[in-house]
């Protein structure tokens, strides 16, 4: 049995769909106090819309405080800044360069306006080269080291603040100097990297080479 067209779009315009949406708007919020998160109420009048209204409590900056607290106590423990004090020693290493002042106190160490736990970021080896040179005389709980230092990596300053520790102790005392020199502690280490050469890949390496 055939249909006419006129007959299929007669009986298509006759349907009709309708849905429902509840009028009850929702809401979902993350937080009580600190983060909310609303939907708008859904209305079949007005084209629907999705709106988001969020809001997040600000947390105090603790490391920023925390290096200015730091930063505070140096001050008052140095006044004049670095050059102005009297128990000073600079070291270097490959291209780092420390400047440490020690001063009578209960063994803290200060680098950069930061704890040395937290600036040498807890490498046991960076953390026993800066405490060498008081623990071979002794005085590991006795005197606060406090560290300016730049250039070269992490493990370049921590030797070259072992040496400016080494040679600020030999301004407390020229008895210092024996068990220290004992200890290797008062050579400058000049040892750098080769420069690398033209037409190898680094100082010697060349090449691979080929006969044929």
């Given amino acids: 049995m055939a249909m006419s067209i006129s007959s299929l779009t007669s009986s298509f315009s006759s349907l009709s769909f309708s849905s429902q949406v509840s009028q009850k708007p929702y809401s979902i919020s993350l937080a009580p106090s600190s983060k909310s ?10 084209p629907q819309s999705l709106t988001i209204l969020a809001t997040v409590a600000a947390e105090p900056l603790t490391g920023d405080l925390e290096t200015t607290n730091i930063e505070k106590y140096v001050k008052s423990r140095l006044p004049g800044g670095f050059a102005a ?12 360069i420390a400047r440490v002042v020690i001063q009578e106190g209960t063994g803290k160490f200060i680098i950069n306006y930061r704890d040395a736990q937290e600036y040498l970021q807890g490498n046991p080896l960076w953390l026993q080269y800066i405490k060498v040179p008081l623990a071979t005389l002794g005085y590991e709980t006795s005197y606060d080291v406090f560290v300016k230092a730049h250039g070269g990596g992490l493990s370049g300053q921590a030797q070259a603040i072992s040496l400016g520790i080494a040679r600020a102790l030999l301004k407390v005392s020229e008895d210092h100097r024996k068990p220290l020199r004992k200890e290797g502690l008062l050579t400058r280490d000049a040892r750098r ?12 390496k060349a090449p691979q080479f080929s006969k044929r």
């Avoid at 998160?37 to 007005?46: A, E, G, I, M, V």
């Fill in 37 to 46: 998160l609303r939907l708008s109420q859904f209305s079949t009048n007005k």
């Fill in 85 to 96: 004090q009297t128990l000073i020693g600079t070291g270097r290493r490959k291209c780092a």
């Fill in 193 to 204: 990297v080769e420069r690398k050469k033209a037409g190898l890949h680094k100082a010697r």
